[in-house]
Structure formats: structure tokens, C-alpha cells
């Protein structure tokens, strides 16, 4: 079946400083890949896509590539905000009913 | 836009007894809804698929009879979990797709958190 593995948090990071959260999935066939994000007390928002392989899913500052030969989606972002604290969920379409979402990473940037 | 709601955002109440959780799309009209049960430190898990004016598609392991959902309009879904146990205590959250929208498109709900005592 599907599913997708993401790093444990919570990641703890300066402002300014660089972010990676790691994705990895397992899907049949030719997923959507999607990073979600969940801020206190709000609904999961979507943050950016990529549907095949090689795109690069892009918003506000954060970016991710589309990798099937190492069936990776990782989160990038160069200079973080206090404001991006958070929870950030990777997930994947492959055309059934609804999502499949990782655990989600919790971020912590102190100012 | 596509804000959904979710009411309430917590309930705590005494084992045995039926807690409804409404989900609403308050800018948009949405076919399907779905209802998702969060563990702490987990992903989110689906629990069913509901299209208006039908019965819901639930996963795999999901007991039908115990939690019940009615998605009776385009913006309205419930959920109710009947004779609640200590051990349905989750993070519950619902999404919902607009009718125009694409095939991965969702918006979600803030979540209630149901704790049974």
C-alpha cells in the first residue's frame, strides 16, 4: 500500500537559519506529492505540489523537488521566520478517494 | 476563501454516551467530505468518504455502526461516535473537496479534540 515516511520532530532552528524536513514515500503507480501545514489552531493548508517526477512545488520561500529515482519530496526553505512555526505534513495522491499524509514534523524557529 | 469549520473544537464527555461533530464549508460547496482520526505523534488516518446524499465509504478496520455520518447537504457533514470508550479519544478532522475542485484538492477543518472520560 501506500504510504509516506517523514522525520520525527520537533526540529528546532534559529531564525535566518536553513530548513530540510525529509520525505519518503511508497505509492503504486505515479503519486501527486503535496507538503501541508498546520498552524495553531487552524486547518491544514496546502503549501505547495508537484505531480511528476522532477517538478519543484514552490510557496512562500519553501521549496521541494520530486524525485522518483530516490522517491523523495523534501521540504527546503534557506532562511526560516519565527512565523513558519508549525506543523508540516507530506503527503500523496495516486487517484483514490483522499490523502495519504505522513506523521507530520513540528518546527520550532526561536527568534 | 474555502474555510472550513468544525464544531465544536473539543468535547469531553463520560463514557457511553454519543458525541456529533459537525463539519461545514462555509464559502464553498463540496460533493465530498471526509472524515480523518489523528493519533498524537501519527499521521493523519482516514476514516470514511462521504458524498452528499449517499452513504459513506468507510476504510478498512473503521466500525460503520460506530461512527455514524450523514452529509445531508453540499456545505454539512456530521459525525457521530455512538457509545463512546475511553479509546476513541483522538484528534478528529474533516476536509472537504469543492465540487469544481480537482481530484487531490481538499480543504481541511481546524480538528476537535473528543477526550472520553
Known amino acids: 500500500g501506500n504510504s509516506v515516511t517523514q522525520m520525527e520532530g520537533p526540529v528546532t532552528l534559529s531564525e535566518e537559519a536553513f530548513l530540510t524536513i525529509n520525505c519518503t514515500y511508497t505509492a503504486t503507480g505515479y503519486p501527486s506529492l503535496f507538503w501541508y501545514v498546520q498552524y495553531p489552531g487552524e486547518g491544514l493548508q496546502l503549501l505547495l505540489k508537484a505531480t511528476k517526477a522532477d517538478d519543484k512545488g514552490s510557496n512562500k520561500g519553501f521549496e521541494a523537488t520530486y524525485r522518483k529515482e530516490t522517491t523523495s519530496f523534501h521540504l527546503e526553505k534557506g532562511s526560516v521566520q519565527v512565523s513558519d512555526s508549525a506543523v508540516y505534513f507530506c503527503?500523496?495522491?495516486?487517484?483514490?478517494?483522499?490523502?495519504?499524509f505522513g506523521s507530520g514534523t513540528r518546527l520550532q524557529v526561536q527568534p | 476563501g474555502a474555510v472550513v469549520s468544525q464544531h465544536p473544537s473539543w468535547v469531553i464527555c463520560k463514557s457511553g454516551t454519543s458525541v456529533k461533530i459537525e463539519c461545514r464549508s462555509l464559502?464553498?460547496?463540496?460533493?465530498?467530505m471526509f472524515w480523518y482520526r489523528q493519533f498524537p505523534k501519527q499521521s493523519l488516518m482516514l476514516m470514511a468518504t462521504?458524498?452528499?446524499?449517499?452513504?459513506?465509504?468507510?476504510e478498512q478496520g473503521v466500525e460503520k455502526d460506530k461512527f455514524l455520518i450523514n452529509h445531508a447537504s453540499l456545505t454539512l457533514s456530521t459525525l457521530t461516535v455512538t457509545s463512546a470508550h475511553p479509546e476513541d479519544s483522538s484528534f478528529y478532522i474533516c476536509?472537504?473537496?469543492?465540487?469544481?475542485?480537482?481530484?487531490?484538492?481538499?480543504?481541511f477543518g481546524p480538528g476537535t479534540r473528543l477526550t472520553v472520560l
Open positions: 462521504s458524498n452528499e446524499g449517499s452513504k459513506a465509504t468507510y
Open positions: 503527503a500523496l495522491y495516486t487517484g483514490r478517494r483522499a490523502l495519504t
Open positions: 464559502d464553498f460547496q463540496a460533493t465530498t
Open positions: 476536509s472537504a473537496r469543492p465540487i469544481a475542485g480537482g481530484p487531490h484538492e481538499q480543504f
